[in-house]
């Protein structure tokens, strides 16, 4: 049986494996379709693009613990808070960089059972524009070892703002 917080991640990555996927086929007319949920050892989403098999790998960029923890409407803890507060010192440019990196490393060393698999990082941060993700990609450090055929940039929670490929070019 599943808890509520594996229940609430499943919801979060199908919400935005759909969400990519609409935005996908709106910018390059190929469709995506039918997602389905993997067991670990394989990616989160599995779907079609066009008629092939496609896996997605999902993350999502918070920030911090703490921001996370507001974001997802967590009761905060009067740490958390304190958390909260010296990541208000902190520049937004490095606090963003450091935590695409985090990702990108921590997602890097993972191996699955799968032929084509995406990582699709989708901002959860609302202090985080699409101007400002876009102005940080070329500062990116993108491991040279991976198991992505492609990294690809979520804007926004809704999809609103569009994505961005990191890799294999930033386009």
């Not at 995406?118 to 876009?134: K, M, Q």
């Not at 999809?159 to 294999?168: E, K, V």
Request: charged share 25%; net charge negative.
């Amino acid at each position: 049986m599943m808890t509520s917080s594996q229940q609430e991640k499943i919801k979060l990555e199908h919400e935005a494996a759909r969400v990519f996927m609409r935005q996908y086929e709106r910018s390059f007319h190929v469709p995506m379709r039918h997602i389905w949920h993997n067991e670990p050892r394989k990616p989160d989403v599995s779907c079609y693009l066009d008629k092939s098999r496609l896996d997605l790998e999902i993350a999502h960029l918070y920030g911090s613990e703490a921001e996370a923890m507001l974001v997802l409407g967590r009761e905060l803890s009067d740490e958390t808070r304190i958390a909260l507060q010296h990541l208000l010192q902190t520049e937004p440019d490095h606090r963003l960089l450091m935590a695409l990196n985090t990702i990108l490393q921590s997602k890097s060393l993972k191996r699955y059972h799968s032929e084509r698999v995406w990582l699709v990082i989708r901002n959860a941060n609302p202090l985080w524009t699409r101007g400002e993700l876009l102005e940080n990609l070329d500062k990116v450090t993108v491991p040279p070892e991976h198991p992505f055929e492609q990294i690809w940039l979520l804007g926004d929670m809704v999809g609103a703002s569009g994505i961005a490929q990191l890799y294999p070019d930033y386009i």
